[in-house]
């Protein structure tokens, strides 16, 4: 799932995008039948292919950010704000569909659907078990990023995570269903666990690492690694690639246990104002020549293939960090929603992590 998009090119919002929101980041007013209420991760979107949605269908576009899945959640069921289209991540659409929140699409006005490769909306239907209500945007895995130079021996398991020659080298993310994803998947479990002496034997394996940890963080995974900070680091495929770019010492690896596939899909919420103009926004960003801006600006790994054909530079097209093989893709699951007492008691067992 999207966390943070590190491009230098992106660190400042550009004003176009807070057009019609308010101080705090909202949209400030109700949208008319001539715009179009976009909530989105900050820094997911080229700037560049919201001005040529403009310019093409004269659609105004009201966009808004939000940092987190959950952030996103409470807004869009409080309804306080009509947004058209939203762009949250799997096991959050799951979420939202069980509470009644999404509106189905009409798939006639998104033709360039038959750009998004059928292997994503295959994999989409493990929270959107019918393809009726999203779209894949961006997609990626979660695995370790390590330097060749501080790591000598090779980097196949979770197992490195635990290994005492690292200490004080190592980084963790900051994050309760990530963390326990590596140690779930150590321990041969599905990391969308349910059983409860599964959950603790993941939290002893977590204590039992705690000790070994430079620091839990997210964003600083990519800084700490690209400035030989750290030896080895938890990090999301994207930055990987960005990591690599700025640190040729740098190598990803999806364990062989298996992790995280994530998807950020568009939707469109069933309290939406204008459902016509959010489909045409979806079907646009399906263009093939708009997916690769949007991947060459965020490095996200794209599921628009007519996209992927048309990145030129031969070693990111078939960069096996953005677009993994079958074989390892097939050892990772997408988070799925478990219900609010099981997401309660995860975050009872990591604050027990935590306050170790």
């Not at 949209?27 to 080229?46: C, I, L, P, Q, R």
């Not at 799997?90 to 999404?102: P, S, W």
């Amino acid at each position: 799932m999207k966390k943070s998009v590190f491009f230098v090119l992106a660190g400042i919002v550009p004003a176009l995008l807070l057009t019609g929101c308010g101080g705090d980041g909202s949209a400030s007013k109700t949208a008319d039948a001539g715009e179009v209420v976009v909530y989105n991760w900050g820094e997911y979107m080229d700037p560049e292919t919201i001005e040529m949605f403009e310019e093409e269908t004269g659609i105004k576009v009201v966009y808004d950010e939000f940092e987190t899945n959950e952030i996103m959640y409470p807004k869009v069921e409080a309804g306080a704000v009509a947004y058209d289209v939203i762009c949250p991540s799997d096991y959050m659409i799951q979420k939202m569909l069980e509470n009644d929140l999404l509106a189905e699409l009409n798939f006639d006005n998104i033709p360039n659907i038959k750009n998004i490769g059928q292997e994503y909306l295959d994999a989409s239907r493990e929270f959107d078990p019918e393809n009726k209500y999203s779209v894949p945007y961006c997609w990626g895995t979660v695995g370790i990023l390590y330097n060749k130079t501080m790591v000598d021996v090779p980097v196949t398991s979770w197992d490195i995570l635990w290994d005492e020659k690292y200490a004080d080298n190592i980084l963790m993310q900051d994050s309760v269903r990530d963390a326990y994803a590596v140690a779930l998947k150590k321990l041969g479990y599905s990391l969308n666990s349910t059983d409860e002496s599964e959950i603790a034997e993941a939290t002893d394996l977590l204590i039992e690492q705690k000790p070994l940890v430079q620091a839990y963080v997210i964003d600083q995974v990519r800084d700490k690694m690209i400035g030989d900070e750290a030896a080895i680091g938890v990090i999301y495929s994207g930055e990987a690639i960005y990591t690599q770019r700025e640190n040729e010492n740098l190598e990803y690896v999806i364990p062989e246990e298996g992790s995280n596939i994530w998807i950020d899909s568009w939707v469109i919420p069933k309290n939406a104002k204008n459902k016509e103009n959010a489909e045409k926004f979806i079907d646009f960003l399906c263009r093939p020549d708009i997916a690769l801006m949007t991947f060459d600006y965020i490095t996200y790994s794209t599921p628009n293939t007519a996209a992927r054909d048309l990145i030129e530079d031969e070693d990111i097209r078939n960069s096996t960090i953005a677009f993994p093989p079958a074989e390892d893709l097939e050892r990772c699951e997408t988070f799925r929603y478990l219900g609010d007492e099981v997401d309660n008691m995860y975050n009872e067992y990591w604050n027990k992590v935590k306050s170790s």
